[in-house]
Nanobody
Framework: QVQLVESGGGLVQAGGSLRLSCAASGPTFSNYAMGWFRQAPGKEREFVAALRWSGRITSYLYAYYADSVEGRFTISRDNAKNTVFLQMNRLKPEDTDVYYC??????????????????WGQGTQVTVSS
């Protein structure tokens, strides 16, 4: 069983930055695809970013981003600390949401589909004021 705990959310002015962290338990963290999603009340969970291993002979770590955050957000991971990060720069009011960390796609390649992830954190609120 994997447990994910997010932190780093808060209130920030438009144009500011926040860094979210997701601490994971479990011995196979380094093998998992990891994703960040966000959700507003009454709306579906939206893909933000993901890190996924890919490659036929040698596996490489690829990062994927939603168009709305490309160039502003950066996803990264520290396997030694079992932690994945989401650095969010140039924040906008429309980035206001609850942000969730997700882990383990299994064999799926649908990194942007929330239904494909096996484990979820409890979420952390990000509020961007105008």
């Amino acid at each position: 069983q994997v447990q994910l705990v997010e932190s780093g959310g808060g209130l920030v002015q438009a144009g500011g930055s926040l860094r979210l962290s997701c601490a994971a338990s479990g011995p196979t963290f380094s093998n998992y695809a990891m994703g960040w999603f966000r959700q507003a009340p009454g709306k579906e969970r939206e893909f933000v970013a993901a890190l996924r291993w890919s490659g036929r002979i040698t596996s490489y770590l690829y990062a994927y981003y939603a168009d709305s955050v490309e160039g502003r957000f950066t996803i990264s991971r520290d396997n030694a600390k079992n932690t994945v990060f989401l650095q969010m720069n140039r924040l906008k009011p429309e980035d206001t949401d609850v942000y969730y960390c997700a882990a383990d796609l299994g064999g799926s390649t649908s990194y942007d589909d929330s239904n494909e992830y096996r484990y979820w954190g409890q979420g952390t609120q990000v509020t961007v004021s105008s």
